[in-house]
Structure formats: structure tokens, C-alpha cells
């Protein structure tokens, strides 16, 4: 399964009987999948179906669809003017000019007026209702398919993307784990030069009490278990960007376990070579989880 981004758009457009229909259809990052409609007067019937096949097809994101549908003039309803009423009023307005002095009625105003024109509902068949439905329905997944292609294509971006930060997150783990400062040999010197450092200052501090302090100490700021969870979560990371899918859920929670292991490699470290390879650690990981947000 191929990684999908959360974000897209596509529009797909058909004919049926002289009647034309386009829809637009985009999404940006949800936590779910939300839809949003806008749907011609008289048309409410298709949303049900419509929210329906959206969320079969996605995981997560916010939708918005949009459809048009533009009727040909043979199919267009002539409107009906109450002509009797509209000569009341045109009477009335003119009354109204001579004796007050108002502005002249225009046709554009008398016409806007509550019941001066009427433009009745056009009448289907039940047969005719539903083969427009299918169509429009037929040009909704049309849609979603070019949506669904968007989401793919920049998915594809955004998992190359991600991999390069799993790289450069693997670098850094082994560029610590490497460290010289994790050396035994290394250990020993700062310990013993910490406990000569002490004994200089006070004679009656106990030497072996302060060896054995020392060795927790060191012991206590050992980065072995990050080293050796940050390379798990590694892997984990590129099995979960391998089985493709709505993996952006996961990815982000791999993100707080990244994010959880360089603070505490940070905070445990007693080199400054460790401490600066934990700061950029962090910031790799900062961007690794900005990025796995777009990812469904």
C-alpha cells in the first residue's frame, strides 16, 4: 500500500440529458474523516451516499466537495409573473411618485417583490431522478479517484522525505554510540580525575566512598539503553514507512518515542560531544513530526 498525504484537490465534470454537472473536491489535514458539503437546492438527497464513499476510501482528512449543476434551457423553467398584482403595484408606486415624491419604480425592483414572479419547480420522473443521481454520483468518485491520486503522489514525496530523517536520526544514534567519551578507558580517567579533584579539597572525605559514588554516578549517566531503543524505533520507523497505508497515526506516536529518548540522552549525558549530537538529534526529530502530521 502506497503513503498518502492529507492533502489534495481534483475536479471531474459529465452531461446527462443536457444537464451538466462538475465537482471540486479537496482535503487538508484531520484527525479523522470529515466531510463538508455544498450541494445544490433540491440535491440533499446525495449526501448520505456521498459521506458514505468518502469515508471508504479514506482514513483520515477534512473534505470539502462541491457540486454544480447547470440545467439546459430546454430543461429550464419559464418563470410566471403575476401580471394582475404587478399593475396593482406599478399603480401603487406611481400614486406614491406624485404624491410624495418618490424615486420611480424600476421593473428590476417591482419584480423582486414577493409574489410578482414565480419560478415553479421543474418536474422529474422517479426514473429520470435516479439516472441523474447516478450520474452525478459516477462523477463524485471520478473525483475522489483524482483525489486520491494527489494524496498519493505528494505521499510519495513526503515518505522519501521522512526516510532521509530516519537516515539522519540513525546517524546520529551510531555518532553517539561511537562517541569517544563513552570509552571505559575515558570513563575511569574523568572518574578518577573527579575523585582527585575532591581529595585536593578535603583530606577526610573517604576515597573509596567517593569511588563508589562516582561509579553510580557514571553508571547512572550510561546512554546505553536510549542508544539501544532509539535503533529499535529506527527499524520501526522503516517497517512502517515499507507497509504504506494510514500510517500517520503510528509515525507520530514513533515521533513522541524519538522525541522522549534524545531528552533523555540529552540530560544523561556528561560529555559535551554527546550533549551537542543529542541537540541535533532533537532537531531532526522536530522536523521528522512537523512532516508525519500530512501523512494519513
Known amino acids: 500500500m502506497n503513503l498518502q498525504s492529507m492533502t ?6 459529465a452531461e446527462s440529458e443536457g444537464t451538466s454537472i462538475a465537482w471540486e473536491v479537496k482535503s487538508v489535514n484531520g484527525k479523522s474523516a470529515e466531510v463538508r458539503l455544498r450541494l445544490p437546492q433540491g440535491f440533499d438527497r446525495l449526501e448520505t451516499a456521498v459521506r458514505q464513499t468518502v469515508q471508504k476510501l479514506f482514513a ?14 430546454a430543461r429550464q423553467i ?4 403575476n401580471e394582475a398584482f404587478l399593475k396593482d403595484l406599478a399603480g401603487l408606486a406611481k400614486r406614491l411618485q406624485e404624491q410624495f415624491g418618490t424615486e420611480p419604480a424600476t421593473a428590476d425592483g417591482l419584480l423582486s417583490l414577493r409574489g410578482v414572479l414565480d419560478i415553479p419547480e421543474a418536474v ?40 532521509g530523517h530516519i537516515d539522519t536520526i540513525e546517524a ?16 575511569r580517567e574523568r572518574i578518577a580525575e573527579q575523585v ?14 567517593l569511588h563508589q559514588e562516582a561509579a553510580f554516578l557514571a553508571t547512572k549517566a550510561d546512554i546505553r539503553e536510549e542508544i539501544d531503543r532509539l ?37 544523561k549525558s556528561n560529555a559535551a560531544a554527546v550533549t551537542a549530537i543529542g541537540l541535533e538529534l532533537k532537531a531532526v526529530v522536530d522536523q521528522f513530526r512537523e512532516q508525519v502530521q500530512n501523512l494519513e
Open 196 to 209: 582527585g579533584l575532591l581529595m585536593d579539597v578535603s583530606a577526610n572525605l573517604d576515597a573509596a566512598r
Open 60 to 73: 483520515r482528512g477534512n473534505f470539502q466537495a462541491t457540486l454544480t449543476v447547470g440545467r439546459a434551457a
Open 8 to 13: 489534495g484537490f481534483a475536479r471531474s465534470t
Open 124 to 163: 422529474e420522473t422517479e426514473e429520470e431522478r435516479a439516472a441523474l443521481d447516478a450520474v452525478i454520483l459516477s462523477a463524485f468518485e471520478a473525483a475522489l479517484a483524482g483525489l486520491e491520486q494527489a494524496r498519493r503522489t505528494e505521499g510519495e514525496a513526503l515518505g522519501t522525505l521522512l526516510a
Open 78 to 81: 419559464q418563470p410566471v409573473v
Open 172 to 187: 546520529l544514534t551510531l555518532k553517539a554510540e561511537a562517541d569517544p567519551s563513552r570509552e571505559p578507558a575515558a570513563i
Open 231 to 267: 535503533k529499535t524505533h529506527v527499524a520501526s520507523g522503516r517497517a512502517l514507512l515499507k507497509s504504506g497505508g494510514a500510517v500517520g497515526r503510528k509515525l507520530d506516536f514513533l515521533a513522541q518515542e524519538f522525541n522522549r529518548e534524545s531528552n533523555t540522552l540529552c540530560s
